[in-house]
């Protein structure tokens, strides 16, 4: 079946270090997106990718980065600069012209220790 | 900027219970949708209504562009409908992809 996969579930992250955060999928979506979601909050957009070698920063870029070598996967690295990393990340992708189907992988829980 | 308000922030139904869940934006958009995330996080892709109405099953949403809300109606609720509902809009001017989110009205069924 179909589908984006995040990995992994759970993530713990030491003060100071970088951790990557996967995301593949197999939908043939041009389009893909990270997004950050806090307790009782929206979601806020990181970055996305419209199409493969090519991304743009969202509302809250800073301390993150991103690559999209391959059109199935667009990782996200969250770096020591990002100060305040403990979230709930969300992937997503869509594809065709339409503005429907919007898939969503089942996130990744980033915790810093 | 657009700004997207929800209301009831949070809801409690007895199941088999109607109910109506609305969303405001603040400016033309040219995409909305409406998305429900179950309680472990898994977000599932509910509606594209930027304007009508749309049914599916016990769903159902109508848009009206014109005043700038739309709204979610659960029929016959049930504990699977457990869970935050989001609207997500983009605006007109700009990549209709780009989506900006309400803050969800959080959704508790009981048995």
Known sequence: DGGITQSPKYLFRKEGQNVTLSCEQNLNHDAMYWYRQDPGQGLRLIYYSQIVNDFQKGDIAEGYSVSREKKESFPLTVTSAQKNPTAFYLCASIGGQGLDGYTFGSGTRLTVV | ?111
């Open chain 2, 1 to 111: 900027g657009i700004q997207v308000e929800q209301s009831p922030p949070d809801l409690i139904l007895q199941e088999g219970a109607n109910s109506t869940l609305r969303c405001n934006f603040s400016d033309s958009v040219n995409n909305l949708q409406w998305f429900h995330q179950n309680p472990w996080g898994q977000l599932i892709n509910l509606f594209y209504i930027p304007s009508g109405t749309k049914q599916n099953g016990r769903l159902s949403a109508t848009t009206v562009a014109t005043e700038r809300y739309s709204l979610l109606y659960i029929s016959s609720s049930q504990t699977t409908d457990s869970g935050v509902y989001f609207c997500a809009v983009s605006p007109n001017a700009g990549n209709n992809r780009k989506l900006i989110w309400g803050l969800g009205t959080s959704l508790a069924v009981n048995p």
